[in-house]
């Protein structure tokens, strides 16, 4: 079966410099199954399957896949599908407002000019890390304790734990290795750049994937939202700011968070890069 396809480049500064997500348009006769071995044929931090709305307001319906695992939100998946549906002639039913219904709810995609920006969603969990955890994300990342200046849930649907260091540079120099601790991980970790530099923070993630090593996630916007909720609420930072991400993988992310009466957004360019049909 044929479906129209767009791999769209998100949070890129430049072309192709973002992380790429994978869309397939018009999925309503495909089975999970197809799109779960899809998804990880396509060896992206994420797919996504665009199907008919199934509740009031919503332009479209979206899945989203990491490799074979569902998720109920992320972040650049959003934007990414946001932008492939306006790339396939889609037409917002209110100008200037994608909205999207995933199994997070619907989450709205503000359209600025070239980028695009969701609303961040309320974490599902928040609040302290146990000391066992946090010991043994310590272990895992390669650091010292006193370079931890705090730790949180950051889980907004993915499942984030974070961690705020000491330096945006100390977030570069990372060497994770959970080879001492199987199992799944969703890290993301945070640090502070100097002053007048170019972009407020610096972030990287860190994911496992079934029995595979520890991995690295290019640009999240998850995690960039509920790490942006974390600093706003904790005085840390204010909005609008930017932060970098997949700076340490030769990338060169830029997200972008603001507020608007409160809400939080979070945003950045998302850029069609290749353009075809999916046979599934």
């Not at 946090?134 to 006193?146: D, F, H, S, Y």
Request: include cysteine; aromatic fraction near 6%; glycine fraction near 10%.
């Amino acid at each position: 079966m044929k479906r129209r396809f767009r791999q769209v480049d998100v949070f890129g500064e430049d072309p192709c410099t973002g992380n790429p997500v994978a869309v397939v348009l018009d999925v309503e006769a495909v089975d999970e199954e197809a799109m779960r071995r899809f998804s990880v044929w396509s060896n992206l931090s994420e797919c996504t399957f665009v199907l008919p709305p199934t509740v009031p307001g919503a332009d479209y319906r979206v899945r989203i896949f990491s490799l074979s695992t569902e998720l109920p939100f992320a972040g650049h998946p959003t934007l990414g599908t946001a932008r492939a549906w306006l790339d396939a002639g889609g037409v917002p039913a209110v100008p200037g407002i994608v909205m999207q219904e995933c199994d997070a709810g619907l989450v709205p995609v503000r359209i600025e000019s070239d980028r695009l920006a969701f609303s961040a969603p309320p974490r599902q969990r928040s609040g302290p890390v146990d000391a066992a955890l946090l010991t043994a994300l310590i272990e895992v990342l390669g650091i010292e304790r006193q370079q931890v200046v705090d730790a949180e849930w950051l889980d907004n649907g993915p499942g984030w734990v974070g961690l705020l260091l000491d330096h945006a540079d100390t977030v570069l120099t990372l060497r994770p290795d959970a080879t001492a601790h199987p199992g799944r991980w969703d890290i993301g970790v945070v640090g502070a750049h100097d002053p007048g530099s170019g972009t407020a923070y610096e972030l990287r993630a860190f994911f496992t994937e079934g029995d595979e090593p520890l991995r690295e996630d290019p640009v999240t916007g998850s995690l960039n939202a509920a790490a942006a909720e974390w600093l706003i609420s904790t005085g840390r930072a204010s909005a609008p700011y930017a932060a970098a991400q997949g700076t340490a993988m030769g990338r060169r992310g830029r997200v972008h968070i603001s507020t608007d009466d409160g809400q939080l957004w979070v945003g950045g360019r998302a850029e069609v890069v290749l353009s075809g049909t999916a046979t599934l």
